[in-house]
């Protein structure tokens, strides 16, 4: 299995409009350290999986035929933007798993080209190819939903957005071991009230529970980059373009 992030910001990811903090300079001075809208893609037995979509260019980075599907934890803009514009593509029907969520995102299950929406449930596995996906609960604003992929032996566990885990997720969780677990962090540690995210210390605690053999921190906002360039810690934040490869 092999993983790729495409994108690992939060809404207030480096650079921020209007900020001048050190991460928000250092990402407009070099694009490279810039973090763009939840976006990831999952590799496995042939299969090509895209895990949200907020970023606006995937037009452009998927050709017709290069996806098998969309895995879409919920619909808050900075996870389906990119749906918007890809959903008026002539190319072949593509799947799009989701929570139920009546309320959707502006007209995008009203209208949706050429996606095919199908709404999924906690606990209820399905299979694509020889990938079994377990959708889990998470905790955030809207009803949304972790991926956990398992091929093999292997299971990778892609858990965003959230803000802790609840119990019947740490039960499937716990199930057998995790190769990789990629997890909701926004905030560096001290943030007042972290709505609906993860600060860091809340997300040492989850990882710590869950204990992957490896994993990664996702959805950080520009604060979060200020803090760790100055943390000498052993943080495991995604890079962008970064692939994380599971050996079968
Ligand atoms: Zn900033
Ligand atoms: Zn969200
Ligand atoms: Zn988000």
């Known amino acids: 299995m092999r993983l790729t992030f495409l994108g690992t910001g939060g809404v207030w990811a480096a650079p921020v409009h209007g900020c001048a903090c050190r991460a928000c300079d250092a990402a407009r001075a070099d694009p490279s350290r810039a973090r763009a809208p939840a976006s990831a893609l999952l590799e496995v037995a042939g299969l090509r999986l895209l895990i949200d979509a907020g970023r606006t260019d995937l037009v452009e980075r998927f050709p017709p035929g290069s996806l098998d599907g969309v895995l879409l934890t919920h619909f808050h803009a900075d996870h389906c933007l990119g749906l918007t514009l890809m959903r008026w593509s002539l190319a072949e029907p593509l799947p799009v798993w989701h929570p139920h969520d009546s309320r959707?995102?502006?007209?995008?299950?009203?209208?949706?080209?050429?996606?095919?929406?199908?709404?999924?449930?906690?606990?209820?596995?399905?299979?694509?190819?020889?990938?079994?996906?377990?959708?889990?609960?998470?905790?955030?604003?809207?009803?949304?939903?972790?991926?956990?992929?398992?091929?093999?032996?292997?299971?990778?566990?892609?858990?965003?957005?959230?803000?802790?885990?609840p119990d019947d997720t740490y039960a499937i969780l716990d199930d057998s071991p995790i190769d990789l677990v990629v997890l909701d962090c926004a905030y560096p540690p001290g943030v007042p009230d972290p709505r609906n995210h993860n600060d860091l210390d809340e997300a040492s605690e989850i990882l710590a529970q869950l204990a992957p053999r490896q994993a990664r921190l996702t959805h950080m906002n520009h604060d979060l980059d200020e803090y760790s360039a100055g943390s000498t810690g052993s943080l495991c934040f995604a890079n962008e373009e970064e692939t994380v490869v599971i050996d079968e």
């Open 104 to 165: 959707g995102y502006d007209d995008l299950t009203k209208h949706p080209g050429r996606l095919r929406f199908q709404t999924c449930a906690a606990g209820d596995a399905f299979c694509i190819g020889p990938v079994t996906i377990t959708p889990v609960a998470l905790i955030h604003s809207r009803p949304t939903l972790g991926w956990v992929f398992a091929h093999g032996a292997r299971r990778i566990a892609y858990l965003s957005d959230t803000r802790g885990l």
